[in-house]
């Protein structure tokens, strides 16, 4: 056999089978030829391989099929081992370059046993000779890359899962509670709470790398925490929201009750029993009282909660029955850990930078950097409230699957659709913007923005965030008073509609579609002129005496101290003086 080899070497004659790698799309084809009854020799054939290549590869077929199955990269040559991700193993870029690295001087320490690696016409040279191995963060980058890894941050009960109480608890306890009340999907809601940098930019972006180096509390750690309920039925009610300050300015003179949100304030923006119990009972109820008394149904309510610290237990009111999921089973059958919070964060996201490109559309002095410095919280209650209208009901069913498999209908996109959807809008509104970190951002750098919503705040990030939540509840200017939407203000505005209605009608060549922007004016200032109505007709209705004034007479002589050229006429109290206009 020696000398055959030899021969063919000294000759020239090139092997009629050369070793082939092929990737993890080709084999799911070939494996699929098999699958349609072609043979081991005549997939070999096709692919330029050798049989007992073909029947080694079959072997393998379930992890191939797995790797395919949530792989992007269907270029990738090489199976990767979910052992880590099984295990629950966490690991970190320093973990994985630093076994690199003892991986690397364990097969150059062996020698001979990196010889089965080299390519024909490769020098046998040491690899510490040709150059010294660093696994440096380049390297990891690439590394993530070649093998499609991302980021995955295993916290709470997502490492600690117990599958089969999950298990137990949706067959056994669950369908009991069901059929026991009756339940409709209307009447079965779920609540949790997530943290969300409401100020955050992918960390490549020239505005995260500018405030990373500015001094002070850092912005883009400005948390706020968003409670989310919704029933199996795919409605929403109001979120509720945590901020760090009581008063922020930006919500100076705006009434907290008519917000978008539910407003709550913490100084670590974070829930507690108190405003959970606050939440249940002034947000919750009104909100599903009203949505159940809208669709004729009784007032009887199933609430599902975790078992999170800030959960009190004492909860209760009457036709409510409150249900806490088994411990560790959360990030498995809760149904708002199913993937619409993380739908969320990414359609807040989009919202952001949509948010940006418009504001540069309509701007020539536009200024990124201004721009997002004037990003206030009234801003992100904006992005917030778009991002759950963009939230289908059919999504938000879906995701009771796996609690409640009977009700879930499969209308409408999926939580992953719609993440990987606002991802990918993402990436192409941050080329629209332009500039470091924009340019050439990637969809792994807004899913590592959604992962890093999950980080914790170091003790040194809590006290600076509560300190500069004491200080936005001092600015002086809250204590100014300003008059809001008077009648006067009002009348401004419609006008302002109204010049704007007759520019385009004027402007625009193309009478329909000045007629539709016409109509949706009318429609979007309806509730001003509502209102314009209806304080006019309240101001013709006060009674005279609202703008009349007493006006107090300077004090009279009285008669025994009057001269006698006075004549002697009596004097007349302050309560007799007369009304003067305003």
């Avoid at 919704?230 to 109001?238: D, K, R, T, Y």
Wanted: neutral net charge.
């Amino acid at each position: 056999m020696s000398t055959k080899r030899s021969a063919a070497a000294t000759s020239g004659v090139v092997p009629k089978c050369q070793w082939k790698r092929l990737t993890i799309a080709e084999k799911v084809q070939f494996l699929d030829m098999l699958k349609q009854g072609k043979s081991y020799a005549a997939v070999g054939r096709h692919y330029g391989i050798n049989e007992s290549t073909v029947r080694y590869i079959k072997k393998d077929e379930k992890s191939i099929r797995s790797t395919a199955a949530v792989s992007f990269n269907q270029g990738a040559k090489r199976i990767v081992s979910g052992h880590c991700r099984k295990k629950n193993i966490p690991v970190d870029t320093n973990i994985i370059r630093e076994k690199a690295k003892q991986l690397y001087d364990r097969f150059a320490d062996a020698g001979d046993a990196l010889d089965d690696d080299l390519q024909p016409g490769t020098s046998a040279e040491s690899p510490r000779e040709s150059c010294e191995f660093t696994a440096s963060k380049g390297w990891f980058e690439k590394f993530k890359k070649r093998f499609n890894l991302a980021s995955v941050n295993l916290q709470g009960e997502a490492a600690s899962a117990d599958k089969a109480a999950a298990e137990k608890y949706v067959a056994d306890t669950f369908t009991a509670i069901i059929k026991e009340g009756g339940y409709r999907p209307e009447t079965v809601f779920n609540m949790d709470e997530t943290a969300l940098f409401w100020k955050r930019m992918p960390s490549r972006t020239f505005i995260m790398k500018e405030e990373a180096r500015a001094p002070g509390f850092k912005a883009h750690k400005d948390r706020i925490t968003l409670v989310m309920c919704a029933n199996a039925a795919g409605f929403m009610i109001n979120p509720g929201l945590v901020y760090k300050s009581k008063n922020p300015w930006a919500l100076k003179n705006k009434n907290k009750n008519l917000l978008p949100v539910y407003w709550m304030h913490n100084p670590k923006a974070w829930i507690t029993k108190r405003l959970a119990s606050d939440w249940f009972h002034q947000c919750f109820i009104p909100e599903v009282n009203i949505y159940l008394a809208e669709k004729g149904l009784e007032f009887k309510v199933l609430l599902l909660l975790d078992n999170a610290g800030g959960h009190p237990l004492d909860l209760s009111y009457q036709g409510v029955k409150i249900e806490f999921l088994p411990p560790n089973t959360t990030s498995l059958i809760q149904p708002m850990d199913q993937g619409v919070i993380r739908a969320f964060k990414a359609l807040y996201t989009k919202n952001s930078l949509q948010h940006m490109v418009e504001a540069m559309d309509t701007d020539d002095d536009f200024s990124l950097k201004e721009y997002w410095r004037k990003y206030v919280i009234t801003s992100c209650m904006v992005n917030v409230q778009k991002a759950l209208n963009d939230m289908k009901k059919g999504t938000v069913n879906a995701c009771w699957k796996k609690l409640w498999p009977e009700v879930v209908h499969d209308k409408g996109s999926s939580a992953e659709e719609i993440q990987h959807s606002a991802v990918d809008k993402s990436v192409r509104l941050a080329k629209l913007l332009g500039g470091e970190g924009f340019n050439d951002m990637t969809c792994d750098d807004v899913n590592e923005l959604l992962d890093a919503h999950s980080e914790p705040l170091s003790e040194e990030d809590l006290a600076e965030m509560t300190k500069s939540a004491s200080e936005e509840d001092d600015d002086p200017g809250q204590e100014e008073d300003d008059p809001g939407l008077t009648l006067e203000r009002l009348a401004t505005i419609l006008r302002m509609a109204k010049d704007l209605q007759t520019s385009v009608e004027e402007w625009d060549p193309q009478m329909i579609r000045s007629l539709q922007f016409k109509n949706a004016v009318d429609g979007a200032t309806e509730v001003y002129r509502n209102l314009f109505t209806q304080m006019k007709k309240q101001r013709h209705q006060l009674p005279i005496t609202m703008f009349l004034t007493h006006k107090t007479l300077p004090s009279m002589p009285s008669v025994e101290e009057e001269s006698p050229d006075d004549g002697g006429g009596a004097t007349q109290s302050p309560e007799e003086a007369p009304l003067e206009p305003l």
